[in-house]
């Protein structure tokens, strides 16, 4: 059935269920399946899921509201639920929706072609869930869902024309940490860490297919312990063997804890020097009481002293965080501690998120929602003005350098800009038609003019001006030429906000 069946799959959530989607998009490539623009053209289609908040899994049910009534009329249509909602949701989903054919947790992902073929074989529901394997001792399954993973990771090769300029590498799953409000160790299961061999052997695939930025990617990305022949493998030391891949020219990581930090791994970003400057470091709240309540080991004091020991050693570094407002509990006075932390860290960017209870977390089983809904948005809107504040000062003091930056294409606004032009029959229009968008080594998005000629290479960019969304500047030289292939820089875009022109 699958060879030469159509797929549309959409991704919510995080980076790790970006690179997921890479990999399944892989094996159904593999089996001559292609890929199609919407649900409704697709003869399967899957839902990547995130269950770290309630939005995304209220975006994910009112995809499948849609898809109900699609199926009525096509009933050969195969409906698929995949990532954590479905480990989280378990068979209810399906007994809810009897319209939905499949459910493949994290961990069972590996099994997503049988799990097709054997809908479309017998037309009855299936489901590959960790939970439902409860025969099965938690060594046992912690051993199967590894392997499981470490052979779609191991199988992965990028499609043909499939961009990988910047590529994530997964060097962790699952988390141990259980902070009361994260879902994620329930439906990623227990911490492992890949062998560092294998991580080393898929970083220099990528390079081969013209990845010039890696980003190595775990729940808690800087916990990563490996053992091997009775040594210990620190995430340091996996940094210093991932450096040493040749013609790789950056490297990111992604996300890290604060409570398990090795000053080791600031040693190795001030002395390799393709370790990018940038740590995203979420602090979730600038209260130590809610700290206390969220179930995170360190104080808003411990925070602070990690971020200086940061700057000590890696001077330019940028910063990037996570916070959650409106925390059972969370006062005024609560709130006012986590204004006053943002403030005095100047983060480059925040990621700020309303609480919202998530179902068999410990706050949901003994904690109390009772921060108003209309508190938590004015919190959210106070902190994140106040970042917007910060950030823009930030870039600010940035013009007038130079910064080295990665071409990854033409801003979503210069697509605009070169569509209605050709819809025009191509009349010439002062606007972003040539408009280029990348990234710093410290993260920060910087738009330029210039061709396709130059998407995949490094550049001198001075900078010349700054907005709340980017910074602006002009090329002043090219460091390292592209190395994809010229068809692959014509199709190359990245989706941004428009810009403000002049």
Same mark, same amino acid.
């Given at each position: ?391 823009? #000062?930030?870039?600010?003091? $940035?013009? %007038? @350098?130079? !910064?080295? =930056? ?6 979503? +606004? *210069? &697509? /605009? ?48 001006? #700054?907005?709340?969304?980017? $910074?602006? %500047? @002009?090329? !002043?030289? =090219? ?6 292939? +010229? *068809? &692959? /820089? ?13």
């Amino acid at each position: 059935m699958l060879k030469d069946a159509t797929y549309c799959l959409e991704t919510f959530g995080c980076q790790m269920n970006v690179l997921d989607s890479q990999l399944i998009e892989g094996q159904l490539r593999a089996l001559g399946m292609r890929p199609v623009a919407t649900a409704h053209e697709a003869d399967v289609v899957l839902y990547n899921t995130c269950s770290v908040r309630e939005h995304a899994e209220q975006k994910v049910l009112s995809r499948l509201g849609v898809l109900r009534r699609i199926k009525r009329h096509q009933p050969e249509k195969i409906i698929g639920v995949i990532g954590c909602m479905a480990e989280r949701a378990g068979k209810a989903l399906l007994a809810n929706m009897p319209h939905v054919d499949l459910l493949c947790g994290p961990g069972e992902l590996n099994q997503l072609p049988a799990l097709i073929e054997e809908v479309h074989a017998r037309h009855e529901q299936v489901a590959a869930l960790a939970g439902s394997l409860s025969r099965r001792t938690e060594v046992l399954q912690r051993a199967l869902e590894y392997d499981s993973l470490e052979a779609l990771d191991l199988a992965r090769r990028p499609a043909p024309g499939q961009n990988v300029l910047q590529s994530y590498i997964r060097v962790q799953r699952g988390c141990d940490k259980f902070c009361t409000f994260c879902v994620v160790p329930f439906t990623r299961g227990a911490e492992r860490s890949r062998p560092p061999a294998h991580i080393v052997d898929e970083a220099q695939m990528l390079v081969d297919h013209g990845a010039r930025e890696v980003t190595l990617l775990g729940q808690t990305v800087n916990s990563y312990l490996h053992q091997q022949g009775g040594n210990p493998v620190s995430f340091a030391k996996l940094l210093e063997r991932v450096h040493a891949v040749e013609a790789l020219d950056r490297i990111r990581f992604v996300t890290s804890y604060p409570a398990d930090w090795d000053e080791d791994i600031f040693r190795v970003m001030r002395d390799f020097p393709r370790i990018c400057p940038y740590l995203h470091l979420p602090a979730q709240s600038g209260s130590d009481r809610v700290l206390k309540a969220m179930r995170r080991p360190y104080s808003a004091a411990g925070y602070l002293n990690l971020i200086d020991k940061a700057r000590r050693y890696v001077p330019e570094i940028s910063l990037a965080g996570d916070f959650i407002v409106g925390f059972c509990g969370e006062t005024e006075q609560d709130f006012q501690a986590t204004l006053e932390l943002v403030r005095r860290i100047e983060y480059k960017n925040l990621f700020v998120f309303k609480y919202s209870p998530r179902p068999g977390t410990v706050a949901d089983r003994r904690l109390t929602d009772d921060v108003p809904d209309s508190v938590k948005t004015r919190r959210c809107n106070e902190l994140l003005a106040a970042q917007l504040e910060l950030g823009l #000062a930030q870039k600010q003091r $940035l013009i %007038g @350098r130079t !910064v080295e =930056v990665l071409v990854e294409g033409f801003s979503k +606004a *210069a &697509r /605009r800009a070169q569509q209605a032009e050709q819809e025009r029959g191509g009349e010439a229009t002062k606007d972003f038609s040539r408009q280029l968008v990348g990234r710093s080594r410290g993260d920060w998005i910087t738009v330029f003019d210039g061709d396709a000629g130059l998407i995949g290479a490094l550049v001198n960019v001075q900078l010349e001006r #700054a907005t709340p969304l980017a $910074l602006q %500047g @002009r090329v !002043v030289s =090219v460091a390292s030429p592209p190395r994809m292939p +010229a *068809a &692959r /820089r014509e199709s190359a875009h990245v989706s941004l906000p428009v810009l403000a022109a002049g």
